[in-house]
């Protein structure tokens, strides 16, 4: 069982959505869409559904092309952001919606959705209604109504984000159990990177309607292709500044250098682009061969156990994320570290050249 899609693109009104994409999606796999808002996430999930026909491209669904089927003869479910359930019927009833429109038998219907809601634990809760339940019980509800479906594929369009931070943790962790239960293909948008790599299995990173990569999560998020899948796969988005080699030394900024060891000391002479995560520039010195630089300091953010560090580096905007409370001159002055082991490096086309060494390690 796959869902393959070849050269589709989507069109409206003159503006390209979704750019010509190839992607294959296998059984049993969770996959991930990764990007900010306007992306594509939602555009591309309506294609794979058939809510949306293609303006180029096929669609395959098991080696059958359905790129003109209607989404009601798919096995589709989808669960969008705002999860809805019908408030005036039990949560049994709601569950059973599906199967009752698709005219299967009481008995098989019983079945099936003690099956599901035991699989979301929501057994002890069939009798109630939807607003009889907390909010993670009633997307519980939501996903419910579309596995019972026995779909071969489910979208998940930003499920959670509309929960509070301890519901969605819990059912971050629930879905992957879910998904490994059902067998079905799932695919999952977020903007979010933390929670791409929390689901694991694939992840596509998108940028404007384009999909710049496509593989096992971990590997998006150790190994970007290029810089912009690089910035997506960041949160906040990747740090960049120029370097330029120069025999065996890497220069950055002004007078911070680093020898070129490994794939970089092949590198030719000449002008690259550096990047660095923030949560790997630190404002002490904890390695003996870290680069120091002097930026100002615009803004600071407090989380409660770390802080954002918003700075400006030779016109450049970095930021950084330091573990603790910091208490800082905004407008001053400020020393930060980076470990050249950190640093990934990059074309001056943007496609990536040498990934960190952390990355290499890992």
């Known amino acids: 069982m796959t869902l393959e899609l070849k050269g589709v693109s989507k069109v409206v009104a003159g503006q390209t959505h979704i750019h010509p994409t190839d992607l294959v999606l296998e059984k049993g796999t969770m996959n991930v869409l990764l990007g900010p808002t306007l992306a594509g996430k939602t555009s591309l999930m309506r294609l794979m559904a058939g809510l ?120 971050r962790i629930e879905i992957p159990r879910i998904f490994e239960a059902s067998g079905a293909i799932f695919v999952y948008a977020t903007t979010e990177p933390e929670e791409a790599l929390l689901l694991g299995g694939n992840t596509a990173a998108l940028w404007e309607g384009r999909v710049t990569q496509f593989g096992p999560t971990p590997e998006v998020y150790r190994r970007p292709v290029d810089a912009t899948t690089a910035r997506v796969f960041s949160d906040p988005p990747m740090n960049f500044m120029q370097v330029s080699k120069t025999g065996t030394k890497l220069m950055f900024g002004k007078g911070q250098s680093t020898t070129a060891t490994g794939r970089l000391a092949e590198l030719p002479d000449g002008r ?15 390695t003996g061969d870290a680069m120091r630089f002097t930026a100002r300091l615009d803004v600071t953010e407090l989380t409660g156990s770390e802080t954002f560090v918003h700075l400006t580096h030779h016109g450049e905007r970095w930021v950084g994320l330091v573990h603790g409370v910091h208490d800082l001159a905004l407008g001053a002055d400020l020393t930060v570290w980076l470990d050249p082991r950190h640093v990934y490096i990059f074309a001056e086309d943007g496609a990536l050249i040498a990934p960190a060494a952390y990355a290499l390690a890992a």
Request: net charge neutral; charged share 25%; proline share 5%.
């Open 52 to 171: 949306d026909a293609p303006a180029e491209g096929r669609i395959f669904w098991d080696g059958q092309d359905v790129t003109g089927m209607r989404v009601q003869d798919r096995k589709v479910a989808m669960v969008y952001q705002q999860f809805i359930n019908y408030p005036s019927m039990s949560v049994f009833d709601n569950i059973a919606s599906p199967l009752r429109l698709m005219g299967v038998d009481r008995a098989e219907i019983d079945r099936r959705v003690h099956e599901t809601a035991d699989l979301m634990k929501l057994g002890p809760m069939l009798g109630r209604k939807p607003l009889e339940l907390s909010g993670g019980q009633q997307q519980r509800c939501a996903l419910a109504r579309a596995l019972v479906k026995n779909a071969g594929l489910v979208l998940l369009d930003e499920p959670l984000a509309n929960l509070d931070y301890k519901l969605r943790e819990e059912l």
């Open 272 to 286: 690259y682009t550096a990047g660095f995560r923030p949560n790997h520039l630190e404002i002490a010195q904890h």
